[in-house]
């Protein structure tokens, strides 16, 4: 007997990939775009989940693992960590927490806009590498707005979290592929998703990694989309 999720599991399951997606998507757009690339020739939706889950999923599992055990060593490790947050949900008002959602969203449209402008303008300062840090900003930004936004305002919010998330990648991909690394020759890139390398001529080749993950039945319908 094989089991089943359940529909709400199998919806979170899908929206879950398709943020993934959105996410890795942006991040690798931009960073083959910058080095004048067709990302489309080389991966597929696979690929862009796999792009941004490599680095949120081992982010969030740090966090967790952070929290608890800072939480150990405090005065309040007796004390419930869901009325914690209930507490401090009910500590402010809507109108207070999506102030914060708005200032996470310029927070990351400017680290967006600094990205490229800075290389763009000859300073070489390099941001680019906090752009997981800037995912975690507007993470936290975020969170008070979404779990306390009345239904008519959700969809908006959602949708401003996952642009913002998304802004945050695409600077990161932007960012890497704008590195003093990529103007020499040699090995440019060489992780879970894709060998990029450059011959001395200024020729770059791109060797996508196989990504072919056996799916449980109930998540078929996932292979359509072509994964």
């Not at 094989?2 to 399951?13: D, G, N």
């Given at each position: 007997m094989?089991?089943?999720?359940?529909?709400?599991?199998?919806?979170?399951?899908v929206a879950v990939a398709g943020l993934f997606g959105l996410w890795g998507y942006c991040f690798e757009v931009a960073y083959f775009g910058r080095l004048k690339l067709n990302v489309h020739e080389h991966l597929g939706l696979r690929h862009f989940v796999a792009s941004s889950a490599i680095s949120i999923i081992p982010m969030l599992l740090a966090l967790l693992v952070f929290r608890n055990v800072t939480r150990f060593f405090t005065?309040?490790?007796h004390v419930d960590p869901g009325k914690e947050v209930a507490e401090h949900l009910k500590s402010k008002n809507f109108e207070q927490f999506i102030t914060f959602a708005r200032a996470g969203a310029s927070v990351a449209l400017i680290f967006l806009v600094l990205v490229i402008?800075?290389?763009?303008?000859g300073v070489g300062i390099k941001i680019w590498p906090m752009y997981l840090y800037m995912v975690f900003l507007v993470l936290e930004a975020f969170f008070g707005a979404m779990t306390t936004s009345p239904p008519?305002?959700?969809l908006p919010i959602v949708l401003a979290f996952a642009l913002s998330v998304a802004a945050c990648f695409g600077g990161g991909g932007y960012g890497y592929a704008a590195?003093?690394?990529s103007a020499s020759s040699g090995v440019l890139r060489d992780d879970f998703i894709a060998k990029v390398t450059k011959s001395p001529g200024g020729v770059l080749k791109v060797e996508p990694k196989s990504l072919k993950i056996s799916l449980p039945p109930s998540l078929k319908i996932i292979e359509t989309f072509g994964w």
């Open positions: 094989k089991l089943m999720p359940s529909k709400p599991v199998l919806y979170a399951l005065k309040k490790i402008a800075l290389p763009a303008v008519h305002a959700r590195s003093p690394d």
